[in-house]
């Protein structure tokens, strides 16, 4: 009986707290924010939010409504959202539809044009104003998605689009869909392929558009066409006070004819453009300086976009400074869990100097087993490799076996072939006679219809015969009645020719003696009619044996 080792105690080392990067519990929902920058969604941000996953903030938000609380924004920026989460979100808009004020989907490249899913969701979002999609992936034919909601919009604001696939086709849409909305007060496109025509379909919406405040156009592969066919939507315009040109393909020349054309503009207080001449950037700071002061009271709209981002960064800080607090707290309970352990470990070791000795004494039974499995391996594999001949043998034996049954298996189906050749030959031999004899037989048939036929007809004579017989019967028995009355010879003559039979009396009825007399040849009328009768009668059993 080999000794028993005994269970090793249960100790907390698994139950330590884990310092992972999750998001900590928030006790509140997001702030709003209204940030206009294209900085918002930058790396500073990201390093925030490293530490959260796209699962950890979406039950975030059910802990928040399971607890009641109502949500205004959905930040999902840089959390690696990919299409499949995407229909949690939505979920989670259709819920707080009500509430949200803000969605924020920023550097989540992997969305791609899945983002429809939401776009068509919000369609007449009744709180919605600010809408971040930059960094996304996404196509024209998901910004077409957003076209055909942005005419109905009545409270989305803001609309970044940064850094996503978009192009002059899309732009064209976009600029369509921007001359029927009449609530988007700032909309940024860059680091979008654009070019020429997508500027002069967005400058084309600048003629009508009376709400737009803010264009960001950066780094659009923007040339002179297009910066001049918006500086002439922009001399007459009186609603857009800032516009960013800047990192685009403009010469100089173009820039300075920028600068004349806007001349005349009076909203305009910020100017971002690259390239010119020093002229016609001065030109452009004092045009702006000029507005601003034409604008009294409106000068700090300037900065509002300043008070935004700043608001961001604090509630950005405020989020990191209670995952640290959270996080001191976890370490404070990780040290207290560390100081348990130690203690819990010098009973424990206590514990395992007591269970050496039996784990001696259970490693030299195991060794002393283990040698008699090791000799009992060794006979085991004698016997193996025996067994192994001996079934070699078995399976040379069968082979042969399998192969003089497959010779006989073959000769078999040979005989068969041959057997069935012959059973063919006899086959078309039998259909030959029987194809003969079905010959004879309709021969035969025909025959016998023939027969049946020839047969009638005699019937129908040997009745007209029989017909005549009865009339020549009346007719005798008549002549009997009259004495000395004379058959007529010619009567007699026509009754032999219709039987076919000779009339003339033998030798011994002729009359032996030659004598004649008046009662004689009575006598002899009457024996007449006798034979008469006689040669009838054996006429018509002739036919009827005939018949038979």
Not at 1 to 18: E, F, N, W, Y
Not at 168 to 173: F, I, L, N
Not at 293 to 319: A, M
Not at 424 to 438: F, G, L, P
Request: charged share 30%; net charge neutral; proline share 3%.
């Amino acid at each position: 009986m080999p000794p028993t080792l005994p269970k090793r105690s249960q100790s907390s080392l698994g139950k330590l707290p884990k310092l992972t990067n999750d998001k900590p519990k928030r006790p509140g929902t997001h702030l709003g924010f209204t940030s206009n920058s294209p900085d918002d969604d930058s790396q500073d941000d990201a390093n925030i939010t490293s530490a959260i996953t796209a699962v950890g903030r979406l039950e975030e938000y059910e802990k928040l409504l399971a607890a009641g609380r109502s949500i205004n924004t959905i930040d999902m920026h840089s959390l690696s959202v990919m299409p499949g989460l995407l229909t949690s979100v939505v979920e989670l808009y259709n819920l707080q539809q009500d509430y949200i004020v803000n969605i924020n989907l920023a550097s989540n490249p992997g969305l791609g044009d899945s983002s429809k899913k939401l776009l068509r969701s919000i369609q007449g979002a009744p709180k919605l104003r600010y809408l971040n999609l930059s960094r996304t992936g996404m196509s024209n034919d998901a910004l077409l998605t957003l076209c055909d909601i942005l005419p109905t919009s009545q409270t989305l604001q803001v609309l970044l689009l940064n850094a996503n696939k978009l192009t002059d086709m899309g732009a064209e849409a976009l600029a369509t869909a921007m001359k029927a909305n009449t609530s988007i007060t700032s909309l940024s496109l860059n680091k979008n392929k654009l070019w020429d025509s997508g500027a002069c379909a967005l400058a084309s919406m600048l003629d009508t558009n009376e709400t737009l405040k803010r264009l960001e156009l950066a780094t659009c592969v923007i040339a002179d066409k297009g910066a001049v066919y918006i500086g002439m939507a922009l001399a007459a315009q009186t609603t857009l006070s800032e516009l960013n040109l800047s990192r685009n393909t403009i010469s100089e020349d173009a820039v300075t004819g920028f600068a004349d054309i806007l001349a005349k503009n009076t909203t305009l207080v910020k100017i971002g453009i690259t390239g010119g001449s020093v002229f016609a950037h001065n030109k452009l700071s004092k045009l702006t300086h000029r507005n601003a002061n034409l604008q009294g009271d409106n000068v700090p709209r300037v900065l509002e976009g300043e008070l935004n981002r700043l608001y961001v960064q604090t509630h950005k800080l405020q989020t990191a400074k209670r995952t640290l607090r959270e996080h001191q707290q976890q370490t404070l309970a990780y040290n207290d869990m560390e100081n348990k352990v130690e203690n819990e470990f010098v009973v424990e070791k206590e514990d395992v100097s007591k269970q050496a000795k039996k784990v001696t004494e259970y490693i030299i039974y195991e060794t002393t087993v283990a040698q008699e499995l090791r000799r009992k391996a060794v006979d085991m594999k004698e016997q193996s490799e025996k067994d192994k001949v001996a079934a070699q043998n078995e399976i040379t034996s069968l082979t042969q076996r399998y192969e003089q049954e497959i010779v006989t298996r073959t000769e078999r189906e040979k005989e068969a072939h041959q057997l069935q050749k012959e059973f063919d030959i006899v086959e078309s031999k039998h259909k030959a006679k029987r194809a003969e004899h079905d010959a004879q037989i309709r021969k035969v048939q025909e025959e016998r219809d023939k027969h049946l036929a020839d047969l009638a007809e005699k019937r129908e004579k040997i009745n007209a015969i029989k017909k005549l017989v009865e009339e020549l019967k009346a007719k005798a028995m008549g002549e009997d009645d009259e004495e000395g009355a004379a058959a007529p010879p010619a009567k007699e003559a026509t009754l032999g020719d219709f039987f076919g039979q000779a009339t003339n009396s033998t030798p011994s009825s002729a009359g032996g003696t030659g004598e004649e007399t008046e009662g004689g040849g009575r006598r002899k009328s009457k024996s007449k009619k006798g034979r008469k009768r006689s040669s009838a009668a054996s006429s018509v059993a002739a036919p009827e044996e005939t018949e038979g």
